[in-house]
C-alpha cells in the first residue's frame, strides 16, 4: 500500500525547485556579465588601436609641416609600412630624399619597429599600413596644399567596411584583407599654405 506524501516531502520538492530556479537564474546571469566583459574587452582593443593610429598620423602631419615647401611631394601611390627597412641607407642630399626618408621612416613606425616581444618586432596595429593622398574633400584656396594622411589595420570583429567612394582616404590599404569588413582606417586632413618667395620677403 503506497504512503500518501507529507507535508514535510511537499516541502523539500518545492525548495529544491526553488534551488534550481535561482541556480538557471544565476547562470544567464553570469552568462550575460561574461559577454558584457567580453563586449567591454573588444571596445578597449579598438579604443587603444585608434589612439595608436591617431599618433601615427600625427607623426607624419609633423613631419610634412617641417617640410612644407614640398608637402605635395609626401604623396603615396601605395600604402607604406609592410615591413621594415633600412632608411638609414638613405642619404638626405635633397628635399626628395628628405622625403624619401621621412616616408621610410613613418613606415618602420608603422611597421612597429619599436615594438618587440620576446625579441621579435610586432606592431601594435596588426596588417598596419599609411598613406598620404590629396585630400579629395579640400575646397580652400589654390594657395594650399591639402592632404589626407591614413592609417589602416585589422581589427577584431567585423563592422561596416570603409568606402572610398564617399572619401578618398578610406582606401588606405584597401584589398588587403579577404573581408573588408574587419579593415579599420583613421584619417586626418591637413592643409598646408604654400610658402612662396614673395610671402617670406622681409
Avoid at 48 to 53: D, F, G, L, S, W
Avoid at 173 to 191: I, K
Wanted: with cysteine; net charge neutral.
Amino acid at each position: 500500500m503506497k504512503r500518501a506524501p507529507t507535508n514535510q516531502s511537499r516541502e523539500h520538492g518545492a525548495a529544491l525547485l526553488e534551488v534550481l530556479v535561482t541556480i538557471l537564474l544565476v547562470a544567464f546571469g553570469l552568462l550575460g556579465l561574461a559577454g558584457l566583459i567580453s563586449r567591454s574587452y573588444i571596445g578597449e582593443i579598438e579604443a587603444t588601436q585608434r589612439a595608436q593610429a591617431l599618433m601615427l598620423i600625427q607623426d607624419m602631419i609633423g613631419r610634412i609641416e617641417s617640410n612644407r615647401r614640398n608637402a605635395s611631394l609626401y604623396f603615396t601611390a601605395s600604402a607604406v609600412g609592410g615591413s621594415t627597412q633600412n632608411c638609414s641607407a638613405i642619404v638626405i642630399t635633397s628635399s626628395a630624399t628628405l622625403v624619401t626618408r621621412d616616408l621610410c621612416d613613418w613606415g618602420n613606425l608603422i611597421a612597429g619597429v619599436n615594438e618587440r616581444i620576446g625579441g621579435t618586432t610586432t606592431a601594435v596595429l596588426p596588417g598596419a599600413s599609411g598613406c598620404v593622398i590629396a585630400n579629395d574633400l579640400d575646397t580652400l584656396a589654390a594657395e594650399t596644399t591639402g592632404l589626407a594622411v591614413a592609417v589602416a589595420w585589422q581589427a577584431n570583429t567585423p563592422t561596416v567596411a570603409p568606402n572610398s567612394a564617399t572619401y578618398a582616404a578610406l582606401g588606405c590599404g584597401s584589398g588587403v584583407l579577404p573581408d573588408e569588413r574587419y579593415r579599420r582606417v583613421v584619417t586626418m586632413p591637413v592643409n598646408i599654405g604654400s610658402l612662396s618667395a614673395s610671402a617670406v620677403a622681409p
